[in-house]
């Protein structure tokens, strides 16, 4: 697993988003997004011109960094997706948003996509009954997530609660007492919570 080196706070002020990379930091006063809304360094707050390889750049990594991905997983997920039948950015993006870590995160069982991916690494998912730890899986309509039974008694996920402040996506089905939501459909594009120029990423690398 690669590791963020960068301010995580840093990062959302770069693509002009808030990215949720903090988990409940993001929803309070603390947040530094919503305390200094703009680019860090000298130049943040300089009125910039950008070209077109510059926001074809940006939306890449705007959707890079909302699911927290290298370069390369973000590249290889491009290449499977550029071989489907499929318009290419709109498979990029459902790819993406079903990966485990994100569907964990977006079900309220991770603070964050981080958070979750440790999680996942950490063995502490099934996935239609059977134990997982490759956060990377890409989940089919019909799929199960739950938590074993073992880390049911983990401390975190004893006191862990959806926070209420994330609405779970309709293709998503949760059971919060039983801690496991199922992928009931596949998302369609208005139903994805990125905003991100899906086409833009496709044109940088169609360079």
Known sequence: MSCVVKS???LCRRENLKLYLKGDRCFSDKCSF???PYPPGQHG???LKFSEFALQLREKQKAKRWYGLSEKQFSNRFYKASKSDSM???ELLKGLELRLDNVVYNLGLASSRRQARQLVLHKHFLVNGVKVNV???VLKKGDVVSVSELSLKNNFFVS???DGKRTI???LEVDTSK???KVKELPLREELSLPVEENMIVEYYSR
Request: glycine content about 8%; hydrophobic content about 15%.
């Open 135 to 137: 956060p990377s899986i």
């Open 160 to 162: 862990h609660n959806s």
């Open 34 to 36: 919503e305390r200094r």
């Open 169 to 171: 996506p309709s293709w």
């Open 45 to 47: 707050q300089s009125r």
């Open 179 to 181: 801690k496991e939501g």
């Open 8 to 10: 995580a706070c840093k």
């Open 88 to 90: 290419t950015g709109i």
